[in-house]
């Protein structure tokens, strides 16, 4: 029985007697993106099957051939930032707070997690697929947090996973919103494995096949045995890498020795690279403040625990939706579509250290998600 047409969910038999589940976001037309009503209903389905002994696995995936998840649904934020300014924003701010609960509840959920990651991963989208405990790329995926073109920043996680990427990949794809595919996702410890889209169904017969244990950890190996082979069979359809081969040089352009000198020299990069050059012409044309967030907000996060991590997003997440900047980002690429923002500050040197102080103050008495447990 689903909870919503927006989202499937189906219980299915397996071998063992015990069952998988699947959830499918199930929204084609806006590329599947989050809403309030989605979120929810997947938490509520993740309570029940987390408890239930019969559950062995679970197998998240996106309708359609376009994309996993494309993010959150952004203009209703939009909506709710505008009508309230200066906050609080009661919708955006639900939003975040339970999108942070659905994300953290899929990273403890203990049980595998399968999350099928074709086509467009992106914002909120990543957020779930990064809570994956066996992630799936395939020869479409194109992941991204490219929050940057929208006044706002990597949240979902991403001050957590950006911070454990390869030298200082994850604070260059933050700044500039740069796409990335398969064999990428791979290198950045985002996926376990690259598997080719045509063979989903016969992974999902395989795991259906399967002799699940009632051992946790037995099941977690299980899977890994079952999509070991299904990924050694697709190695032919890997995508040319972009990230790797970059690597030194973003090392050299994000080890300036402050944040404004960081952002100036992305801006400048001049390179053969194709790939290079358009991050660097998304982060010229992004929110300069947003970018300097997403370095604050990187380093702040360094070294915190998980749940301590959601807890810092949802403070700024709502502070960012409380000022004018993340309205004015949505308008311009989304709303009229002009793709003339009309950023705040013109450089990263222009942005006011008192600006940046007064997103990482706490707007509540008390933390929506304090009670975030393991």
């Known amino acids: 029985m689903n909870d919503t047409q927006e ?30 009503t989605m979120v929810e209903a997947i938490l509520a389905r993740l309570a029940d099957w987390r408890e239930r002994s019969d559950i062995a696995c679970l197998f998240i995936a996106g309708a359609g051939e376009k994309a996993f998840c494309a993010g959150g649904d952004v203009q209703a934020l939009y909506r709710s930032s505008v009508d309230n300014p200066g906050g609080p924003c009661e919708y955006a701010e639900r939003f975040f707070e339970q999108e942070y609960r659905l994300d953290y509840a899929l990273h403890q959920f203990g049980k595998p997690v399968v999350v099928w990651g074709h086509g467009i991963v992106m914002g909120g989208g990543l957020g779930i697929f990064a809570a994956g405990s066996y992630r799936v790329v395939t020869e479409k995926s194109r992941l991204a947090m490219p ?10 996680g991403g001050s957590y996973f950006l911070n454990r990427m390869p030298g200082q990949c994850g604070r260059f794809l933050a700044l500039t919103g740069a796409a990335f595919n398969g064999r990428d996702a791979v290198y950045l410890g985002m996926a376990e494995g690259f598997i080719e889209h045509a063979r989903r169904d016969a992974v999902l017969a395989a795991l259906s096949e399967e002799l699940w244990s009632s051992s946790v950890a037995d099941n977690h190996e299980r899977l890994h045995n079952v999509m070991a082979g299904f990924a050694a069979a697709s190695t032919t359809a890997l995508p040319a890498a972009n990230v790797e081969p970059a690597v030194e040089q973003i090392n050299r352009l994000c080890s ?34 947003s ?84």
């Open 291 to 374: 970018a300097r967030l997403i370095l604050e907000q990187l380093r702040r996060s360094e070294g915190l625990s998980l749940k301590a991590v959601f807890q810092s997003e949802l403070m700024l997440s709502t502070q960012v939706v409380r000022h004018r900047e993340f309205a004015e980002g949505v308008r311009a690429l989304l709303i009229d579509k002009d793709r003339k923002p009309q950023w705040q500050c013109a450089s990263a040197e222009a942005v006011p250290q008192s600006l940046i102080d007064q997103h990482f103050q706490a707007p509540w008495a008390e933390h929506p998600l304090a009670d975030l447990s393991a």
């Open 7 to 36: 989202v499937l969910f189906e219980e299915r038999s397996t071998a063992s007697g015990q069952k998988l589940g699947l959830i499918t976001l199930n929204v084609e037309k806006t590329l599947n993106a989050l809403n309030l």
């Open 147 to 156: 929050e940057i073109t929208i006044g706002l920043y990597p949240d979902v």
């Open 256 to 289: 300036a020795d402050s944040d404004v000198a960081l952002i100036n020299a992305i801006v400048a990069l001049q390179s053969d690279s194709p790939w290079l050059q358009k991050a660097a012409a998304t982060l010229a044309a992004g929110s300069m403040i």
